[in-house]
């Protein structure tokens, strides 16, 4: 089932009507670049050369290229080559053309310097893609930005450059699509939007038979993603998983990370945010009211599938052994799993304002996010989750994830906490429930919770 990436599939469609091109294609691993290709490729009739390299020496990645080129029989026979640039240089002999897929391409570094890579397939890209469309893939993403950097030898030779996110709340829906909205914001939070864990899903069952049957099951590929692929190439250089875990249960400060996971005031904790930014799966975030106060930042991890895992699964793993999925999931996930869905579901009503923002229905913002408030009167602090700023008027939303409508003293208690804030220039104050309103005074946004859907 292939689902969304319309844009991404045009691109690369418009990029096969030409007789030779390069593109780059990266995003974090099982995000659907590979799925992608095969599918833009569907559109050509010219012949699919597909290389997923090794994490060896450059000549056994030449050696395996032949042979891949002796299967798909573009040669007679397994020939001897001594680098890429001169099986490429043959390829131009041949009168056809070619789909030439590299995959994994930071592989090919293992072994060989990263400058001289690059200067190869520069070499490649400049003088051998006569009757090639060369597209180059990399899960790796801090490597494969190198490539875009102006000293990188690379810099400027891609027609084309895209990196896949994974899919948004509306487009992941439509692997369950015949479920309630209710129950396709919890199949998000949870599940997140790759769209190899999305397949995994049987939109026939519940979101409670679904965590049972894939990440409570130790046998699935989906709790296989979760524990070891996606920061398989990572673990041994940085702490990830102590990481996650710090940030996946609430941790969310840089000083509270360092805290729970003990390490010294030295800057090793800010090198492997870094690093881990750079992967994709986590982000820093400022509220749009303090973008310069370090003291405000937050870490948040990116994946939905992740998240969940490091918040419910890592540390409990003995006992998800002992008890079995069902105990477990009543032991461990039952009671707070509503809190957990409550938190994302703050970022999708993020994501739905800006969609409705980059569809152009919603004019004259200029940041969404969250905002830093102080109160005086109750000397407290805290931060709206879901804001709206238009220079420097802030239109301020309350998301709640309730299966029962949001009840009106609820909405006149929220409307007093915002109106307290002294100094706030508000615009609107608007609401998303999930399970609608009791009643919806004038004066107030509230959205229809279909309308996250129908953008």
Not at 291 to 320: G, Q
Not at 426 to 450: M, R
């Amino acid at each position: 089932m292939f689902v969304g990436r319309l844009e991404e599939l045009d691109i690369l469609h418009r990029l096969l009507k030409k007789p030779s091109a390069s593109a780059m294609i990266y995003g974090k691993r099982k995000v659907g670049k590979t799925t992608l290709i095969d599918k833009a490729l569907e559109a050509s009739a010219d012949k699919k050369i597909y290389y997923e390299c090794l994490k060896a020496p450059m000549q056994e990645n030449v050696d395996g290229f032949v042979a891949m080129l002796v299967r798909e029989k573009v040669l007679p026979v397994q020939l001897a080559f001594k680098s890429f640039t001169d099986v490429f240089a043959y390829m131009n002999t041949i009168d056809a053309t070619f789909n030439v897929v590299i995959d994994e391409y930071p592989y090919l570094k293992a072994f060989t310097k990263p400058e001289t890579v690059d200067s190869i397939f520069q070499s490649i890209i400049d003088n051998n893609l006569k009757n090639i469309r060369l597209f180059i893939s990399g899960s790796h993403i801090g490597m494969m930005k190198d490539l875009l950097e102006e000293k990188n030898a690379l810099y400027g030779r891609f027609s084309n450059t895209l990196c896949l996110k994974e899919l948004d709340y509306v487009t992941a829906a439509e692997f369950y699509k015949s479920k309630s909205i209710y129950d396709r914001i919890a199949m998000y939070t949870v599940f997140g939007g790759s769209p190899y864990v999305n397949r995994a899903l049987d939109e026939t069952k519940s979101l409670k038979e679904n965590i049972i049957a894939t990440l409570l099951n130790p046998t699935s590929y989906v709790y296989s993603y979760a524990e070891h692929l996606l920061i398989s190439d990572y673990t041994n250089a940085i702490n990830a998983e102590r990481i996650f875990f710090a940030i996946s249960n609430g941790k969310r400060k840089y000083s509270e990370i360092e805290e729970r996971l003990g390490l010294k005031t030295n800057g090793n904790l800010s090198k492997q945010l870094i690093a881990l930014e750079e992967m994709d799966i986590i982000s820093k975030t400022y509220p749009i009211n303090k973008p310069n106060d370090k003291k405000k930042v937050s870490y948040e991890v990116r994946d939905n599938l992740l998240r969940f895992y490091y918040a419910f699964i890592y540390k409990n793993k003995s006992a998800l052994q002992m008890l079995g999925a069902e105990a477990f999931y009543e032991e461990y996930i039952e009671g707070a799993i509503i809190t957990f869905i409550s938190h994302r579901f703050e970022e999708i009503a993020r994501t739905y304002f800006s969609l409705c923002v980059q569809k152009g229905r919603l004019r004259g913002i200029s940041n969404i996010g969250t905002f830093y408030y102080d109160n005086s009167a109750t000397r407290s602090n805290g931060e709206f989750d879901v804001v709206l700023e238009r220079k420097d008027i802030y239109d301020i939303y309350e998301v709640k994830y309730y299966f029962e409508p949001m009840q009106l003293r609820e909405i006149h208690k929220e409307v007093a906490q915002i109106n307290a804030i002294k100094g706030l220039k508000i615009g609107k104050i608007g609401f998303i429930a999930t399970a609608g309103y009791e009643d919806t005074p004038d004066g107030y946004d509230f959205i229809d919770i279909n309308s996250l859907y129908t953008i």
